[in-house]
């Protein structure tokens, strides 16, 4: 085979034999030359630094994601923790609730079926527990917070209701304690005796057979006369046959006098309390000597002072 190379040097063609020894000596050293170079690129180009940056970063970016998400169960956890401390202050503050609304309720007499202090609080739901491992599944966590969160919720719920259960019942238990402080009760005057009891009688000043609305309680001149109850003074003053009156409401009904005295220490409007002094005995009115009138009139009817007295 033949090569025909043109050149102006040589100023004609000429013939290259690819057989000559020359010729393909020449050939083989350029292809080594050209071999070699091609493997030398291909190793400096294996070693370069930018063939690992990607690699490098992509672990950094995991690293982080996963310190992340290590952060967040553990900030998970620490909710969980106080979600489950709340759950155990609001029961425990149920049960103290519980076992308070109980004992009034028995203290008090009344139906437990208006005030149940006696069932326990209704509860429900699956079983969680109480510790989570930080390496743990973060979906289990977050699901298990919810649950604690509804048991939170119920509870106080179930606490509202106590609490509204316990004003009832003070309030029931206070103005039937209010109502009981009404009724007259004791003595208005100490160390007397009974001179004239209630109901029919001769009259001191006619000698005929009248009504006495009282009894009367004889003692000295100038002894403390007390209100038997609680109540507002509605008369402090001269009244007809009376002579000077303290009339005091206690409210449900009932209304006390007393009558004749010699010194009234009240005036109308002032609220007295059981035992307080109200007056002193006295002889004024239509009376025989110092004695205390003293009438109770419940429902707008007199009655017979004597049980009372007893009570």
């Not at 969980?80 to 049960?95: C, E, H, I, K, P």
Request: charged share 15%.
């Amino acid at each position: 085979m033949n090569i025909v190379v043109f050149s102006k040097r040589w100023a004609r063609a000429r013939h290259i034999e690819l057989g000559h020894p020359l010729v393909l000596s020449a050939a083989l050293l350029c292809s080594g030359i050209f071999l070699g170079g091609a493997f030398y690129a291909g190793a400096h180009w294996r070693s370069a630094p930018s063939a690992v940056v990607g690699p490098v970063a992509s672990t950094s970016d995991l690293q982080q994601q996963e310190q992340q998400i290590h952060s967040m169960r553990l900030q998970l956890d620490e909710q969980l923790a106080d979600l489950a401390a709340r759950v155990g202050q609001v029961n425990a503050q149920m049960l103290r609730l519980n076992a308070l609304g109980k004992r009034l309720t028995e203290m008090a007499h009344l139906d437990k079926g208006e005030f149940n202090f006696d069932a326990p609080p209704a509860q429900g739901g699956p079983e969680i527990e109480a510790g989570f491992d930080v390496n743990g599944d973060m979906h289990q966590t977050s699901e298990a917070a919810g649950q604690l969160g509804d048991v939170l919720e119920r509870l106080q719920a179930q606490l509202i209701d106590r609490e509204r259960q316990m004003v009832i019942l003070e309030t029931f238990i206070t103005a039937r304690q209010l109502t009981k402080l009404a009724v007259p009760t004791g003595t208005p005057l100490f160390g007397s005796y009974i001179s004239s009891e209630f109901g029919r009688r001769v009259d001191p000043f006619t000698g005929i057979l009248a009504f006495h609305p009282g009894v009367d309680l004889a003692a000295s001149e100038g002894a403390l006369v007390h209100s038997v109850a609680p109540g507002v003074v509605t008369w402090a003053g001269e009244r007809a046959g009376y002579g000077q009156l303290v009339e005091i409401n206690h409210g449900n009904g009932y209304v006390t006098r007393y009558a004749h005295n010699s010194r009234v220490l009240v005036h109308v409007g002032d609220k007295v309390n059981k035992g307080q002094s109200v007056s002193q005995v006295g002889s004024t009115g239509r009376s025989t000597g110092p004695h205390l009138h003293f009438e109770v009139i419940k429902n707008g009817q007199t009655v017979n002072p004597i049980s009372y007295l007893a009570g």
